[in-house]
């Protein structure tokens, strides 16, 4: 009975607060790539074609949200060997960019096939732990270690280090979420690697810069090709010399001026701490922060495991993105190519990020009375 | 033995305790992103504003080198030389005054320009060209007084060259910087401003395969703007070479025949529509208009009354005279409106109506069958098949030779000629079609126009027996980046469908053209030709001798030929504008053409060409 009154309750003040974050940080990306690249892309510039895909995430986040994450959950294995059909896919008759080969098209339109795959994956896993008690090693460990293997390998070898990451992150959040055996140790395995890039500072700058060329080269040799560190620096002075109030909008002459590159993708970031100031930042990680604390309570309060599974797994995605996106920006990581969700140019991430979205807020429409 | 009874409900109870670890981990490094972000901006922002206000670093775009352009036998018809270009970067003058003085006292640049470049809007801290093609010694000169020069470099760069000169100017075009309309354009979306691109000729049609990508490079400068030390952080991409089909040698001839006189000669091998020659007269040097050409220099060249730049080979419409003739006899022959036998008596003039249509040969030819009529070039016999026909009739044979429409060459603004019909002038006019008229078109006058390149196409196409090619310019493109060359088909553009006695008949009459009938200045001891002469009417009324009349009045010179006759490897169309009758003044250009390219590729006896390879014209190695 309560089941059924609960579970088809409309929007609620917890609901607009959560979308009212997500369309205030989506906001805050369309001006940056706006700023950035007014001029670029053509008849179809950036920031328009960004809002398309903003109203395409929008319609897979309604989809998302109004759908039964149980049911979806059914076919996460079916789903999952198909992105990993389209990940081999890719590798032969992918499309390339900057030395790596990552996109499919699709006539006039590319798809990134690894961006969803983080999505699935986390489908895959919390399907996985849902369906029974898996106990032991074995079943807790080797076993979903062996199912996210095929696609990490897939997408490392596009190469696409950053996405490669997320799959680990996402694995190891929700392999701590339902437990191993020596519990302290998973945690510092996670926050290790959340506090890699302020370790990374410390021991990275101790290397001498061809030891460090030939680390970056070995992990990702096509990402930054004059090797000089030319792209870091940039992206530190455009954040550095906003300082408290920034230079307001078009006013980053490191953009502006395209000392820095890819501005309107993964180094949004720094063009936006750059027109905007520490204030501007303070304001975009308390949205964050907000965002993924809203989403941290639909996890605590989820109906079943699955559903609280699926929470932190996309949290975990979510976190991982921004705090190495940012960390990567702000010269604390080396470059890996990682969109900061919601504000990169991106159509396949900004749909994924936005699809995730939605599938949280249904797993929050779906939850029990009983929690309360 | 809590661990192994693992029940849902325990775990559940544990998510929540591990949930309120994972949020104090994420609050904490979250703080330690604020604080990185804080250490950046607040404590060391003053500094990196001081570096972002004094960036020292300048990108500076490394043109690619642009595909290079051979004939069929690999002699290299456009190149690249380097030159030097003078960049300044404002940021980094001192004195813009003080700078532009030493660059007129050491090189004796114009001062007005100098200035005008330097305040010309743009980005301060982005390098602008200021000079560019300056010698060797002038760069010399600038770069051992590069220390008193603050924010000027020295930037080598490739210059476009055509070594022939005016050799195959309307073919190979000309390049020039993007123009603002052009940037706008989605082709030109990689490109900036500054980049060079085809503007004419087959360097505007392949622009896109022989442009490359432009590469980067980023120049760090000292606080005196010196150039300190520069890292690539992108390799320009070099374009793709280009092969074309014309023999550099024939076309040479071909223009040499035209001389001083305006004009165009096109030849081609029927077999596979393969351009062997374009030549349009008068012409220009490319070399000269891929620069920068002051504003009266253009005005020149565009106002001159020999229109240069007009390549009158594709881009020519002129009446086809008497070569209309061929056509007609086809469809004369197919709709059975003639037997090759039957006969049409001609007295020198054909009574329409209130008018009397004469024939050039005022007492006439008297009774002519189809053969005699094109050896003769008997204008009464086409008045009167053209008058049994019907101008519709005559169109579609028309249209079906290509007429009245773009030949598909590879060569911007082609011109596609008038082929009338009723519905044309319905169309075109919003009038009727005159009865008159369809006497005028059956002899090629009144709105019938072609192209010189049409014309070697259609009489190539009777040639090879109606089977019928694209003309083209281009058989391979080598890729510079894989290093593959890859050639390109031919490309065929159907079969005419009529009977082979049919073109059997007509190429024994225009063999007779030649040996004689209009055109026996064509005649040649080498090789069998087979041809049609024609005149194409400039002013309509026409009064005493030919000589009499202001050369701009006078007709135009029209000759069509193929050879050899058996198996024909070559298809010529000339024109000579204001040159009068086609069998004085045209034929013997025509023969000098085909001549030509028969000693330059010796014929091998069919079959022995076919035990060694096929060594015949058609399949020219390209590397000889």
Known sequence: MIDRLTEHRGLDSFDIRYVALILAILAIGVMSIYSVAHGQGGTAPYYLKQLIWIGLGAAAFLVMWASDYHHLARFAYPAYAFILLMLVFVLFEGRTSKGAQRWIALGPLTFQPSEFAKLILVLVLAHYYSKAPRVGWLQRVIVPGLLVLPGLLLILKQPDLGSGLSFVAVYAAMLLMVGVRSQALGFILLFSIMLFPFAWEGMWGSLHDYQRQRIMAFVDPDYDPAGKGYHALQSKIAIGSGELLGKGLYGGTQSQLKFLPEGHTDFVFAVFAEEWGFLGVLVLLTLFVALIWLSLEIASKAKDQLGALLAVGIVAMLCFCVVVNIGMTAGMFPIVGIPLPLVSYGGSATIMTMASLGLLLNVKRKRLSLFY | MMMTAHSSESEFGDLHRRLFILRVGLLLVVVLLGLRLWHLQIREGPYYRDLSENNRTRLVLLEPARGLIYDRHGVLLANNVPSFSLYVTLEDVKDREVLIQQLTDLLGFD????????????????????????TLRDATLIESHRLDMPGVMIQVESQRNYPGGVTAAHLLGYVGEISADQLEKPEFIDLHQGSIVGQYGVEKSYDRHMRGMAGQKSVEVDALG??????????????????????????????????????????????????????????FDPNVLSRELTAKQWVEIVQDEGRPLNNRASQGQYPPGSTFKIPMAVAALETKTMSPASTVFCNGGYQFGKRLYHDWKVSGHGYVDLHNALVHSCDVYFYTIGQRMGIDVMAEFGKDFGLGKATGVELPSERSGIMPSTAWKQKAKNEQWLPGETISAAIGQGYVTVTPLQMASLVGTVANDGVSYRPRLVQAVMDRTSGNLQELPAVPRGKINAKPETFRIIKDALADVVTKGTATKAKSSMVTIGGKTGTAQVAALRTGPEENIPKKFRDHAWFVAFAPVESPK??????????????????????????????LTPQVPAVTSDLSGGNGPAHSSKDS
């Open chain 2, 111 to 134: 001062p007005a320009l100098v200035r005008k470049k330097m305040t010309a809007k743009g980005s301060k801290l982005l390098p602008r060209k200021i000079k560019d093609r300056m």
């Open chain 2, 226 to 283: 010196h150039e300190k030390k520069a890292s690539v952080v992108e390799r320009p991409q070099a374009g793709n070479d280009l092969y074309l089909t014309i023999d550099v040698r024939l076309q040479k001839v071909a223009e040499d025949l035209l001389g001083e006189e305006q004009g165009a000669i096109v030849a081609l091998d029927p077999n596979s529509g393969d351009i062997l020659a374009m030549a349009s007269r008068p012409g």
């Open chain 2, 570 to 599: 070559i298809a010529v169309a000339v024109l000579a504008e204001h040159m009068g009758h086609g069998g004085a003044a045209a034929a013997p250009l025509a023969k000098e053409v085909i001549e030509t390219y028969m000693k």
